[in-house]
């Protein structure tokens, strides 16, 4: 699952400092931070920093606990190895070679840095300076109280929820396979025309998909919670089923031709990319 993240400033002393909550978890600029140190190259307050064996040690603890991922046998090396004078150790290699998830670290010339979870980002700032890390925890408890703040994130996380709704709503017919018609709905009279259509793409009337999903049929109807691609054949089908009526063909023979081309068309669409295109735009 992609991570989702929401991105806001805070002010330290002098220094404009970045966070991220990322899932929930809030991350601390460590780019930022170094700049304390170092205005024009910020990487190398951060490198001496993870230089250190405590440091590593301190590192290595936090994704024990939080990482099940964690790559230990590869955090031991670099924990035999730290505190040497020729031990050089970057984030990105920290994080590739340990699966570490406390350091994130991206290239990029504007939407680049190095990003710590508060805890960590705590502790570095403590290495600079036991004054400026007084500042950033002042600073971090009132950016988390900042009601801005907090509406941007409950907004986020309403927007996270609405995804999974739609996936829950969705999958309750989306993986439907267009079902071959038995011989009684093809003799059977169906009154509305809509529920035609229903049975020649779904294999069930409106209220036969009410009886079988009660709690959904509160908030809509089956045609409310099925997919973009189920939408697309629908939408070509009623227009199908006009022309046919013109024709002025039996309702059982415009239902068998309406499966028959319901199913050709769901073929094709599944095998199709401008489909997928369309649905990262909603």
């Not at 924990?79 to 990029?108: D, H, L, M």
């Not at 996380?157 to 396979?177: F, P, Q, S």
Request: charged share 25%; aromatic share 10%.
């Amino acid at each position: 699952m992609k991570d989702e993240i929401t991105k806001t400033e805070m002010k330290v002393g002098e220094h404009i400092v970045g966070v991220m909550n990322v899932n929930g978890s809030e991350y601390i600029s460590l780019t930022d931070l170094a700049r304390y140190a170092d205005r024009e190259e910020p990487r190398i307050p951060i490198q001496n920093w993870m230089r250190n064996k405590d440091v590593i040690l301190y590192l290595g603890l936090w994704e024990s606990i939080n990482n099940s991922n964690f790559k230990r046998v590869e955090f031991d090396a670099f924990k035999n190895e730290a505190g040497c004078n020729k031990f050089k150790i970057s984030p990105q290699k920290w994080i590739s070679s340990t699966n570490a998830i406390g350091i994130i670290s991206k290239s990029g010339r504007y939407d680049g840095g190095t990003y710590a979870h508060s805890d960590i980002a705590f502790e570095f700032a403590s290495w600079l300076s036991p004054e400026f890390k007084l500042y950033l925890i002042t600073e971090f408890q009132r950016l988390k109280k900042n009601e801005a703040y907090q509406d941007k994130l409950e907004w986020h996380a309403n927007r996270i929820l609405t995804k999974m709704n739609y996936l829950v709503h969705t999958n309750a017919i989306k993986n439907i396979i267009i079902p071959n018609l038995t011989e009684k709905q093809k003799r059977f009279v169906y009154a509305e025309e809509a529920d035609v259509l229903n049975v020649a793409l779904f294999g069930m009337t409106a209220k036969e998909w009410r009886v079988l999903n009660p709690e959904l049929s509160k908030f809509g109807n089956i045609r409310d919670y099925t997919d973009l691609l189920h939408l697309v054949v629908l939408n070509n089908l009623e227009n199908i089923n006009a022309e046919l009526i013109k024709m002025n063909i039996s309702q059982r023979d415009r239902l068998v031709k309406l499966n028959m081309i319901a199913r050709e068309q769901m073929n094709i669409l599944n095998n199709s990319n401008s489909l997928n295109y369309i649905d990262k735009l909603l």
